[in-house]
């Protein structure tokens, strides 16, 4: 545990420097941990993102000598597939781009549909929008990179993919992905608990329902 | 017989008035940022005065220009920017307890020093929560909706005990030069060394383009160099998305750095210089467009 790479953020937070298949197993560890009392008092958030995980915390309640050691000393959790739950989302394949991805993966139409079900995705981590999740573990195939312009308005719902990675557009917003659908899923809902559909380590499978 | 619970009356809200408290922490695992108080100490401050729990919300006035009118006695404390306080256009004291009648009207003027000042009102600004907090997240859209005129706000009920003091010595935000400490890295090392260089070197200029998620710093027109923007050089992009800090100093290819706010985006893909210490980017949220400032390094 003590060769990871830590850097202070100012005097609130600490980054850990992680590979991508590390930051899941980083943070179920520390969340275990944090929600368990076993985190410094004044430990705000815990941030997964591609490769690193940042550890937010109140100056005023602890600091960051604390909790580096605390990252230092908190063994990662394996991600057990078994035991990590799984949601699926209903998908159309009406998206603007879908040909255009198609094209780029030198697959029919039908194959990327059949590549994008065929196995779950999993929950990298969030951000851009509350509910808006990270969706890593695809088809390689489907790897595609983003528009050159961005779109202005992305439609809530749209489902969309830019290098290894998949979205769900949890409302309208500007957005340069390649959007290949839209569903109904309710990604963002402030009176649901917890309001994000997904979170951290979530496995999502997509399913292909009509036009 | 339970107590008449008081309102405050918008009489008129200002250009960018918010309901804010400590914001909701806890939530960025699910791409919530914390929000909150742009001054956390200045809103701390307030709720203190007016015997307040210091996470009580309260009003973020922007520029000033706030008129309220409850509808019962309140006692309130306004704390951060130098904005001119009044009571049915008598002048009153800030950063101290402030009585005020059923009917009255407390005014806040324009601010003369600093850009945020925060009302607090004894019982806290009672509006429902949203995922725990009363704070506006202007970038997410999330909790209260800025004030408008004619708005109602509700108080809440008093917490026991008397305010222990009446007032505050402290000094108003600065109007000149402002330093900000900020600690190196986590991602210096990721940018051209010119760049770098230039952050702890220039004496920056507040872009009017800032708000609650970033101050944008610009460089004053007479240090713009004709070919000689470090930021041409290659080696400034984008790196992978990560967590963002209140206080983070993003630089983007522009070389134009972003020092962040209390809505800042939860992670983010531009490299992060230095972050500022907390107490710095308390005073960061009251720079004022076009305003000097320097980014000083120090040891967290």
């Known amino acids: ?211 | 017989m339970s107590a008449v619970v008081p309102v405050l009356d918008v009489v008129r809200a200002g250009p960018a008035t918010t309901v804010q408290d400590l914001g909701r922490p806890g939530l960025a695992h699910l791409g919530v940022t914390r929000s909150g108080a742009a001054d956390r100490g200045a809103l701390r401050l307030a709720n203190r005065l007016v015997g307040n729990p210091e996470g009580a919300a309260g009003l973020e006035v922007t520029l000033g220009g706030l008129a309220v009118r409850p509808s019962a006695d309140v006692e309130v404390a306004a704390t951060g920017a130098g904005c001119p306080l009044a009571v049915d256009g008598r002048p009153v004291g800030r950063n101290a307890v402030v009585h005020v009648r059923a009917g009255q009207v407390l005014t806040l003027g324009t601010a003369t020093a600093g850009l945020r000042c925060y009302l607090a009102v004894r019982g806290g600004v009672a509006v429902p929560p949203v995922l725990g907090s009363r704070s506006r997240d202007t970038l997410a859209g999330l909790g209260p909706e800025g004030l408008r005129d004619g708005d109602r706000l509700p108080v809440g009920a008093p917490p026991p005990g008397p305010p222990l003091v009446d007032l505050a010595p402290v000094t108003d935000p600065r109007s000149g030069e402002v330093v900000l400490d900020a600690v190196p890295g986590p991602r210096d090392d990721l940018l051209p060394t010119a760049l770098v260089d230039r952050l702890w070197a220039v004496r920056w200029s507040v872009d009017p383009a800032s708000d609650r998620v970033g101050v944008r710093l610009a460089l004053p027109h007479d240090s713009v160099q004709d070919g000689a923007d470090p930021a041409a050089q290659a080696g400034a992009g984008s790196v992978p998305s990560e967590g963002m800090v209140r206080g983070a100093v993003q630089v983007p290819p522009s070389g134009l750095p972003v020092l962040f706010l209390a809505d800042h985006p939860v992670t983010g893909g531009y490299p992060v210089a230095a972050v500022l210490l907390d107490a710095s980017a308390d005073r960061a949220a009251q720079l004022r467009p076009g305003q000097p400032v320097r980014l000083r390094t120090v040891r967290p």
């Open chain 1, 1 to 211: 545990m003590t060769d990871r790479r830590l850097h202070v953020c100012g005097d609130v937070g600490v980054l850990v420097d992680a590979g991508p298949d590390d930051v899941l197993p980083l943070h179920a560890g520390l969340h275990r941990a944090w929600t368990a009392g076993g985190a410094p008092d004044g430990v705000l958030d815990l941030v997964p993102a591609e490769r690193s995980l940042l550890v937010v915390l109140d100056p005023a309640r602890t600091d960051v000598a604390r909790v580096s050691a605390w990252v230092r000393s908190t063994p990662s959790e394996p991600v057990d597939d078994a035991r990590t739950a799984e949601v699926t989302v209903d998908i159309r394949y009406d998206g603007e781009d879908l040909d255009a991805v198609a094209a780029h993966a030198g697959l029919t139409v039908a194959e990327v549909v059949a590549a994008h079900t065929a196995s779950p995705w999993r929950v990298a981590f969030t951000g851009f929008a509350p509910g808006f999740g990270y969706l890593v573990g695809g088809d390689p195939r489907l790897a595609v990179p983003r528009l050159d312009t961005p779109r202005v308005r992305v439609p809530a719902g749209a489902v969309a993919l830019a290098g290894r990675y998949c979205g769900i557009y949890p409302r309208p917003s500007p957005g340069g992905w390649r959007i290949i659908g839209s569903t109904d899923a309710v990604l963002w809902d402030v009176d649901r608990d917890p309001p994000a559909l997904l979170r951290p380590g979530l496995r999502v499978r997509f399913r292909a329902v009509g036009r």
